[in-house]
């Protein structure tokens, strides 16, 4: 009798674990979702700011570091745009070209 016991109180805790993982399953799918629209968002609104990828790129910071451990040392510039705070990291000394496709003739 204590068996039947023990084995049904063994299935009930593996059916609440199973549940619970589950639960999280869906939380976590739930989050991703809201991630992907928080994202979205976020790139309309960099293209009100910055119509067509038009920024304004200017220089914050730079490091360096080296990949490889041997002596080749590589040069990594941080760049914000000034308008919409966006932030990148280039291996270029320059900032990045972009065009404002709102000056130029249509072709």
Same mark, same amino acid.
């Given at each position: 009798?204590?068996?039947?016991?023990?084995?049904?109180?063994?299935?009930?805790?593996?059916?609440?674990?199973?549940?619970?993982?589950?639960?999280?399953?869906?939380?976590?799918?739930?989050?991703?979702?809201?991630?992907?629209?928080?994202?979205?968002?976020?790139?309309?609104?960099?293209?009100?700011? /910055? $119509?067509? #990828?038009?920024?304004? =790129?200017?220089? +914050?910071?730079? !490091?360096?570091? /080296? $990949?490889? #451990?041997?002596?080749? =040392?590589?040069? +990594?510039?941080? !760049?914000?745009?000034?308008?919409?705070?966006?932030?990148?990291?280039?291996?270029?000394?320059?900032?990045?070209?972009?065009?404002?496709?709102?000056?130029?003739?249509?072709?």
């Amino acid at each position: 009798m204590k068996e039947y016991i023990l084995l049904a109180v063994t299935i009930a805790s593996l059916l609440l674990a199973f549940a619970a993982i589950n639960a999280s399953r869906r939380q976590k799918e739930a989050l991703k979702q809201e991630n992907y629209a928080l994202h979205l968002r976020i790139e309309d609104m960099e293209e009100v700011i /910055c $119509p067509n #990828g038009a920024h304004h =790129w200017v220089k +914050v910071g730079s !490091y360096s570091f /080296c $990949p490889c #451990g041997v002596e080749s =040392w590589t040069n +990594v510039y941080q !760049y914000r745009c000034s308008r919409c705070r966006k932030r990148i990291e280039s291996g270029l000394p320059f900032p990045p070209r972009t065009e404002d496709r709102r000056t130029k003739p249509h072709e």
